[in-house]
T-cell receptor, first 112, second 115 residues
Framework: DAKTTQPTSMDCAEGRAANLPCNHS???????VYWYRQIHSQGPQYIIH???NNETNEMASLIITEDRKSSTLILPHATLRDTAVYYC?????????????FGKGTRLSVIA | DTGVSQNPRHKITKRGQNVTFRCDPI?????LYWYRQTLGQGPEFLTY????????KSRLLSDRFSAERPKGSFSTLEIQRTEQGDSAMYLC?????????????FGPGTRLTVL
């Protein structure tokens, strides 16, 4: 799987949008971008994934650049409960359910 | 609660002892994964099962580690002759089968401390 690069940490004011970037410059055409997050003392939780079109669900939006070399996860109105480590993962589509390869992620701190 | 459960949540043991962890996946999920996570790092894959078959093992899974899923339901992870370097959070995840992506649901983990 392609590697990803994320900032080590970010801060965000409560109620504001949190924009978490991810670089995946070596992504292949058949690889998706996935986001998981891990709240302290819990297991990781799936957020969203996409191939090339922007995606939105009840948790977040995913914006993927046209060249697919980078993406941004957007939490539109961050709350204190969104404080967590966010992982950007790139993996091959139709790879079944092969294991996830996590990096170190971005530690997001939402500040009141 | 119908999520993934793991027991125990915490385990403290002395070096050289054997420990066993249990994971109960979401009902009817045929895929089950074990990951290990050390402080400040993301989870690292250890092994995974499809039903009762162990399909892949990471190089991290030394000979002292063994995992089973005897009836394709719950799974156990045993560490023999524990070492201080085995101290970590052990995470279990499950997913439904198929060739397209199905999200992995993680349990709360078992935190192992080897003294």
């Amino acid at each position: 799987d392609a590697k990803t690069t994320q900032p080590t940490s970010m801060d965000c004011a409560e109620g504001r949008a949190a924009n978490l970037p991810c670089n995946h410059s070596t992504i292949s055409g058949n690889e998706y971008v996935y986001w998981y997050r891990q709240i302290h003392s819990q297991g990781p939780q799936y957020i969203i994934h996409g191939l090339k079109n922007n995606e939105t669900n009840e948790m977040a939006s995913l914006i993927i650049t046209e060249d697919r070399k980078s993406s941004t996860l957007i939490l539109p109105h961050a709350t204190l409960r969104d404080t967590a480590v966010y992982y950007c993962i790139v993996r091959v589509a139709n790879s079944g359910n092969t294991p996830l390869v996590f990096g170190k992620g971005t530690r997001l701190s939402v500040i009141a | 609660d119908t999520g993934v459960s793991q027991n125990p949540r915490h385990k403290i043991t002395k070096r050289g002892q054997n420990v066993t962890f249990r994971c109960d996946p979401i009902s009817e999920h045929n895929r089950l994964y074990w990951y290990r996570q050390t402080l400040g790092q993301g989870p690292e894959f250890l092994t995974y099962f499809q039903n009762e078959a162990q399909l892949e093992k990471s190089r991290l899974l030394s000979d002292r580690f063994s995992a089973e899923r005897p009836k394709g339901s719950f799974s156990t992870l045993e560490i023999q002759r524990t070492e201080q370097g085995d101290s970590a959070m052990y995470l279990c995840a499950s997913s439904s089968g198929g060739t397209t992506y199905n999200e992995q649901f993680f349990g709360p983990g078992t935190r192992l401390t080897v003294l």
